[in-house]
């Protein structure tokens, strides 16, 4: 008698899987998620603590782990630099999948051998090392969080690293008058999506800790769209003629913080790095 009805349940599930299979995409389709409105808008309410959960930070492009971010010629394998030697694990470098849609970045042939000589001297060169702002879009996929103060058309992302801040336009004022770290943002909202143009960015700062660049005539297209209470997906396009062959687009996850932990903390790192930018200038120099 068992061994029937489990027969009957077998042919059923059977029986009933080819439509389930069906109607899965139209109910993945229907359910579309509606974000709650900012208070007295019609707009998506961004505000809160958000922060990533990849490691992008170290590499933008699918890597696997490593010893360390700058090494060394080893008699078998590379080994890590004699600088962060004593780093052991705390210096390796975690694996990733990369956010860059394709997986690589389309470098002209100069820029990638600039970007393999930044790796190879990544100690000095990246700005993060001296505490130097993060930019765009880096700012947004370190490890450390930030918070989006949103009031009707005024809006500021304020990162816990080196207390960086972007204060958002949504008016746009022309052409930024100088080239600064983290650019001018001009933004608009195409329905749900946040849409923000960046510009006006120098050159100094890096898209990871893996050497990767680019030039002043870089500009970003950011897109942040809500998709759950939770969950901010955000997608930047990267057009820099100077540097890639062909615009370029990153996309990823930012996961909204709660309780206790829905809060910055002070990361103004300058004070951290003086002995290492001006240590040598010390009457007697520390050993």
């Not at 078998?76 to 390796?92: C, H, I």
């Not at 394709?102 to 000095?124: F, M, S, V």
Request: glycine content about 8%; proline content about 8%; charged content about 25%.
């Amino acid at each position: 008698m068992m061994i029937r009805m489990l027969a009957a349940l077998v042919a059923a599930s059977l029986l009933a899987a080819p439509v389930a299979a069906e109607a899965q995409p139209k109910a993945r389709g229907a359910a579309t998620y509606k974000a709650p409105r900012l208070p007295g808008t019609r707009q998506p309410d961004l505000n809160g603590v958000w922060q990533v959960m990849n490691t992008a930070g170290w590499d933008i492009e699918p890597h696997g782990a490593r010893a360390a971010l700058q090494l060394r010629p080893g008699p078998y394998v590379p080994l890590p630099a004699k600088d962060v030697l004593a780093l052991g694990a705390v210096g390796a470098v975690p694996a990733g999948a990369g956010i860059v849609e394709g997986g690589e970045i389309p470098y002209t042939d100069e820029a990638r051998k600039l970007r393999d000589e930044n790796r190879a001297h990544y100690l000095e060169r990246d700005p993060e090392v001296k505490c130097y702002l993060p930019g765009v879009p880096r700012a947004n996929y370190m490890h450390l969080p930030f918070q989006i103060f949103q009031a009707g058309d005024s809006m500021i992302i304020a990162y816990e690293y080196a207390g960086a801040l972007r204060n958002i336009l949504f008016k746009d004022p022309g052409p930024p008058p100088v080239d600064s770290w983290m650019g001018q943002s001009v933004a608009r909202w195409e329905g749900d999506t946040l849409v923000v143009k960046v510009s006006g960015m120098n050159d100094r700062t890096w898209f990871d800790r893996a050497g990767n660049h680019h030039s002043d005539q870089m500009t970003v297209e950011e897109r942040w769209t809500l998709t759950g209470p939770t969950t901010l997906r955000y997608e930047a396009t990267i057009t820099d003629p100077a540097t890639f062959t062909r615009p370029w687009k990153m996309s990823f996850n930012l996961y909204k913080r709660q309780g206790e932990d829905a809060r910055l903390g002070q990361f103004k790192c300058v004070e951290f790095v003086e002995e290492l930018m001006y240590g040598d200038l010390r009457k007697v120099p520390l050993k």
